[in-house]
């Protein structure tokens, strides 16, 4: 562990739903075959007008009031100025001079302490096309050229990597719950840059930033951090902390290292100004309100409902919580009936299990909550026991159908009190000696009394009506 605090500020860059591109008609869906989402607007052609697509605007916006951001008078947006050749205009579509949200905060949950984390601002702009590199060339592909781009920026406030993981987290969550993104680092809709620096605890001034570009996952934001706080404690161990550039690196997943880019000494001059192709757009009190009207239960208030109310554990709240399918999931289960914490078990430790081994979506997982409760509710009537539940799970998995279908009268539970009581009465006349023990404080013969029902009824004895009536017959 360092000696020194690290202070992290965090860019995340985020891909928006919707149908089209946030400038122009193009579709807005990933695609395998490249350039087959494009139109004359993304690639730049002569005489092209940008129009504002209203729906990312939307969604930054509902974005905006999660976050506790102070909006906009009015939308509108700049020209970032650079040659890059994913930049097909050589410029962005971007916001500079009024963001989508400003001066906003969130507060996460660490576990052993709440977290405040602030935002300087988020802000609606454009992708850049996408570069694929061999040996004698590279490719372009306009597909992602103009898919609508949320950047949240926070202030220097992060102070681990656990900080930064735990807030990177919480905001996937949060796009993914309010439905305007997938969110997924696999298919590259979230990417990163990180900024780490490190000061003495009694320090007034931050220390030298470096900047990493372009993390593509929440594993190597954390070994990033992890990294560049090693590296530049090493340095000031050993004197060297004048070595630290302001600089640019970006991640080696082979070494686990950051590497050098470029110097970053001056800011670089992107001539911002107005987009002039654009007209300003006033965002009126009734849209706001409508906007906010439309925010739904977010991952943080269903976590502390699942807890308060459904009396869960906070580690299987945590584990629900995390992907708003398992949420959607478990919510459903207990709107059908079952008792949450049954829901919540089988949703935890076997169906997530399944999932993870089949590499499979919880949407393309066959057991419905409906046919989940199937299982459920006969274990609940006592009709079969939880082995039974579990090896009906399996094969109605296994063989994808129904679990209904498995439970027939011959593989029901023995739950009719006057047929259990009856065998209990016989096992009982038939070993007195047993019973006298019992008595004379070898109460572990308890359990040797519930093996002989079981063994009497070949398993089908309902167990915990089986000790309740042996209870009463003992006393």
């Not at 005489?47 to 990312?56: C, D, M, Q």
């Not at 970053?264 to 906007?291: G, M, R, T």
């Not at 399944?354 to 499979?360: F, Q, V």
């Amino acid at each position: 562990m360092s000696k020194y605090k690290a202070v992290i500020g965090l860019e995340m860059h985020c891909e928006l739903k919707s149908n089209s591109k946030v400038f122009s008609q193009a579709k807005n869906s990933y695609s395998e075959i490249p350039n087959s989402n494009v139109s004359p607007v993304d690639m730049a052609f002569p005489g092209i007008l940008p129009t504002i697509n209203k729906e990312s605007v939307r969604e930054a916006l509902l974005m905006s009031l999660v976050l506790n951001c102070t909006q906009p008078e009015y939308v509108y947006f700049d020209r970032k100025n650079y040659y890059y050749p994913d930049l097909p205009k050589g410029y962005q579509i971007t916001q500079m001079h009024a963001p989508i949200g400003v001066n906003g905060k969130v507060t996460i949950d660490m576990g052993t302490y709440k977290k405040e984390v602030l935002i300087h601002d988020i802000h609606l702009e454009e992708d850049s096309a996408s570069l694929d590199h061999y040996s004698l060339a590279s490719l372009i592909n306009y597909n992602r050229a103009g898919v609508p781009l949320l950047e949240l920026v926070t202030e220097p406030c992060l102070n681990s990597a656990s900080e930064a993981v735990a807030f990177l987290e919480y905001i996937r969550r949060v796009y993914q719950y309010c439905g305007i993104s997938d969110a997924d680092t696999k298919m590259g809709q979230i990417r990163c840059d990180v900024n780490v620096s490190i000061m003495n605890e009694d320090d007034k001034e931050l220390g030298t930033k470096v900047e990493i570009k372009n993390v593509n996952s929440f594993s190597n934001v954390y070994d990033t951090i992890n990294y560049e706080i090693k590296r530049q404690s090493e340095l000031k161990d050993s004197g060297k902390y004048n070595e630290v550039e302001q600089e640019t690196r970006r991640f080696d997943e082979e070494s686990g290292t950051t590497i050098r880019m470029r110097s970053k000494v001056d800011a670089i001059d992107y001539k911002y100004f107005v987009e002039p192709n654009i007209p300003k757009y006033k965002i009126s009190n009734e849209w706001l309100e409508e906007i906010k009207k439309s925010i739904p239960v977010l991952p943080q208030e269903r976590k502390e409902k699942y807890i308060n109310e459904l009396g869960l554990k906070e580690y299987d709240a945590n584990i629900i919580i995390k992907e708003k399918d398992y949420a959607d999931y478990f919510e459903e289960c207990v709107k059908l009936g079952m008792d949450a914490k049954i829901a919540a078990n089988y949703l935890t430790v076997n169906i997530i299990a399944y999932i993870n081994k089949e590499d499979i979506t919880l949407k393309e997982f066959y057991l419905t909550p409906i046919l989940l409760n199937q299982i459920i509710s006969e274990l609940n009537k006592g009709t079969i026991s939880s082995k039974q539940a579990k090896e009906i799970f399996n094969k109605s998995l296994e063989e994808k159908k129904e679990p209904k279908t498995y439970i027939t009268k011959e593989n029901t539970q023995i739950s009719d009190k006057e047929e259990l009581d009856k065998i209990i009465i016989n096992i009982l006349d038939n070993n007195q000696k047993q019973i006298i023990d019992y008595h004379n404080g070898k109460t572990n013969l308890f359990d040797y009394f519930v093996g002989q029902v079981m063994k009497e009824t070949k398993g089908k004895a309902n167990p915990s009506l089986v000790k309740e009536i042996l209870s009463k017959k003992l006393q």
